[in-house]
């Protein structure tokens, strides 16, 4: 089978290189279109094309079965018109040129071409892998970060901010974390559905020019048994792509439900029942509920793991 797949190719990354090897994958002859210097007038950085062609054929004199290189003055090539070609291999962002080709061959009289469309691949922040990253200093060419991953997280409270340093410096080689003060419509103290939209809500207008906003909310979860406290935790990344996550529950104990109830904020009810001043602050009341076995940045640093766990495995959550 005769199959096609272009690029620019301004650098070979891990997402061209997965294109690549699935057109050989394919078929036993493929022909890779790159896009001549015209083509390129527009893009911020401009490779020239013999640089190009030489990192192309580098990659490409590897492979066991035939291939040649077209030049592309447009956005089509020979792909309109070659009777032989049966395939093309395509990134999501190039699919509905890809559509176009098949339209134009059909005009013509010709079998459209079998289009197989091939997943964004990301980096490790979880935003795509471009050449433009690359050739800015941001990335590898396999989407590892060259910088720390910035961070804004949507709250002012220490144990937040600490619970996700925590976590994702385990992630990441180097975070760089900074407090967005951020005003929420769901109020102090949320019920049920409210506490992840909170959390949500928080992340979005926190996240600004980082490469994650974290948003994080406290609240109450009625069961049929009582009142529970949970956490959730929401991030979004530059690409406004969310993933949330959620701490285990512990239950008020009967005194504090009452109050609670009544609209009272839990801390002011810790505050008046056992005088401990400020608990969201300090040790939470899982803290004193629990005789000091677990505390809420415990809590929170399992809510932010929760919701980095598609971003651990992006390849199997996220369709892109």
Known sequence: MKVGVAGTFNVLHRGHRILL???????????????????????????PLERRLDI??????????????????????????????????VSQSTIENARKIN??????????LVIEGIKHVLGEDCATITSTRIL?????EDGRLL??????????????IEAVRKVLGEIYRKVEIKSIRVKTTVGDQPWGDCILEGARERARLAIKKADYGVG????????????????????????????SGQSS?????????????????????????????????????????TKGMMNRQQLSEQAVLAA?????RPDIYFEV
């Open 136 to 140: 800015e200093g941001e990335i590898d």
């Open 21 to 47: 090897n699935r057109a050989f994958d394919l078929g036993d002859w493929v022909v890779v279109g790159i896009s001549s210097d015209s083509l390129t007038l527009k893009k911020k950085f401009r490779v």
């Open 56 to 89: 192309l054929r580098d990659y490409l004199s590897s492979q066991r079965k035939k291939w040649e290189i077209e030049i592309l003055e447009d956005g089509m090539g020979s792909a309109a018109y070659d009777k032989d070609l049966e395939a093309l291999v």
């Open 216 to 243: 994080m909310e406290a609240g109450i979860l009625e069961t049929d048994d009582g009142l529970y406290g949970i956490q959730y935790c929401a991030i979004v990344d530059k690409e406004g792509r969310i993933t």
């Open 147 to 160: 910088r720390p991953l910035r961070v804004n997280i949507g709250s002012g409270n220490p144990v937040k």
């Open 249 to 289: 529950g512990f239950r008020y104990p009967p005194e504090v439900e009452k109050r609670i109830k009544t609209g009272i904020a839990v801390s002011d009810i810790f505050d008046d029942l056992y005088g401990i001043e400020d608990i969201g602050h300090r040790e939470g009341a899982i803290g004193y509920l």
């Open 103 to 112: 339209d134009i061959r059909i005009a013509k009289g010709l079998r459209p």
């Open 308 to 312: 980095m766990v598609p971003r651990l």
